[in-house]
């Protein structure tokens, strides 16, 4: 009788002891050995680029004046997300773009652009980071998958004073710079748009992205907010992450659709999301109205054909120019405000066909 009583405290020891670990794995998202150290979000909170003190991009042209031309050959290092997703192909293109004018200046610069595997790959960026690092490339432009998951490479490039600019997204709370849009703003004006074309009445859903990210919670709680405070008639019926991936929002879509057959329109965080929701629309034969953020080509492509209702586009071709350009001003000792706010307009079927430049605009960089 104690030989079975003592039997069944060690399975159940053995059960305790395996149940545990596996919360943790669960706990942390990432499988094995996959999270960085010191990859803390909450550290991210105390920094909120929205709220900080910064300055819009034309007006740090107007206070700073020309760029300094370096007085030596410039190597600069950029890490985003991951190329999969168009927008951060088109960052890249932004960044190689501003190097190129640059270098058609008489500017001795050249850039290394690189991504990690996936948007998941959160270690895997974080080494990409460190290999610049150690290459002692000049300054680094980065964009972090997490808010935190590249915060032991920045502290390692300030020990060798490399200045560190975190570009959109994800937060760096110990990146001494950060470049991009007002994120709250993304949510804003979509959720402006949405109640204009309802009357300020219906049903709507929201589709987040990875909830690790700043920009999802910023653009998320933009929406929310401006609905709460300006259209009390119209009702959130449905919101849930899908982790920026289409065929999990396509999914999230199609249950709401017929969950609610009421439904008028779904805001997702990101392009990539709201493609997916506009092919579970589609197979619905419904008219509901879809938005996204971001501005990817394929985005244009289907406000053309009268499928995605809008995007907020946060123009990343321009965006990698600012953020190149804010590398240089640093490089060459302009001491900057912490935060430069970059440009992003709302892009719907009135104005596709409009250039970018014209929207928002561009002028080139001048150089002193």
């Keep these: 009788m104690r030989t079975g009583i003592l039997k069944t405290f060690v399975m159940l020891m053995c059960v305790v002891v395996f149940a545990t670990a596996c919360g943790g794995t669960s706990e942390s998202g990432n499988a094995g050995n996959n999270k960085p150290e010191s990859a803390d979000p909450a550290n991210a909170v105390e920094f909120n680029p929205d709220e900080a003190d910064g300055v819009e991009f034309k007006q740090l042209r107007e206070q700073y004046g020309a760029v300094p031309k370096p007085a030596k050959p410039i190597i600069l290092g950029a890490v985003s997300k991951a190329f999969e997703n168009e927008y951060w192909r088109t960052l890249k293109e932004g960044m190689e773009l501003g190097v190129e004018e640059m270098a058609k200046g008489g500017i001795d610069l050249s850039i290394d652009v690189k991504a990690a595997q996936g948007e998941g790959d959160e270690q895997g960026q974080l080494s990409v980071v460190k290999d610049m690092i150690n290459k002692r490339y000049s300054a680094l432009l980065l964009s972090p998958i997490s808010d935190g998951n590249l915060?032991?490479?920045?502290?390692?490039?300030?020990?060798?004073?490399?200045?560190?600019?975190?570009?959109?997204?994800?937060?760096?709370?110990?990146?001494?710079?950060?470049?991009?849009?007002?994120?709250?703003?993304?949510?804003?004006?979509?959720?402006?748009?949405?109640?204009?074309?309802?009357?300020?009445e219906g049903d709507i859903a929201i589709v987040i992205g990875m909830p690790k990210a700043f920009a999802a919670r910023q653009r998320t709680a933009g929406f929310e907010n401006w609905i709460a405070k300006n259209a009390p008639d119209v009702k959130i019926v449905e919101k849930q992450?899908?982790?920026?991936?289409?065929?999990?929002?396509?999914?999230?879509?199609?249950?709401?659709?017929?969950?609610?057959?009421?439904?008028?329109?779904?805001?997702?965080?990101?392009?990539?999301?709201a493609l997916g929701v506009v092919e579970a629309v589609k197979a619905s034969g419904k008219d509901i109205l879809v938005v996204g953020v971001d501005g990817i080509g394929e985005a244009y492509e289907s406000i053309k054909k009268g499928e995605l209702s809008a995007t907020i586009d946060s123009f990343p071709k321009y965006k990698g120019q600012i953020a190149v350009?804010?590398?240089?001003?640093?490089?060459?000792?302009?001491?900057?405000?912490?935060?430069?706010?970059?440009?992003?307009?709302?892009?719907?079927?009135?104005?596709?066909?409009?250039?970018a430049e014209e929207i928002i605009g561009w002028e080139k960089a001048v150089f002193e």
């Design 151 to 200: 915060t032991p490479g920045v502290e390692d490039a300030k020990k060798l004073d490399i200045p560190v600019i975190n570009v959109n997204d994800g937060l760096i709370a110990t990146a001494p710079y950060f470049v991009g849009p007002k994120a709250i703003e993304n949510g804003e004006l979509a959720a402006e748009w949405i109640a204009e074309k309802l009357n300020h």
């Design 241 to 273: 992450n899908a982790d920026w991936d289409r065929s999990k929002a396509r999914d999230l879509a199609e249950t709401w659709i017929k969950k609610h057959p009421d439904l008028k329109a779904i805001f997702a965080n990101n392009d990539t999301m």
């Design 325 to 355: 350009e804010a590398a240089l001003r640093v490089l060459g000792g302009q001491e900057m405000p912490r935060v430069i706010w970059t440009p992003q307009a709302l892009i719907d079927s009135s104005n596709v066909n409009t250039p």
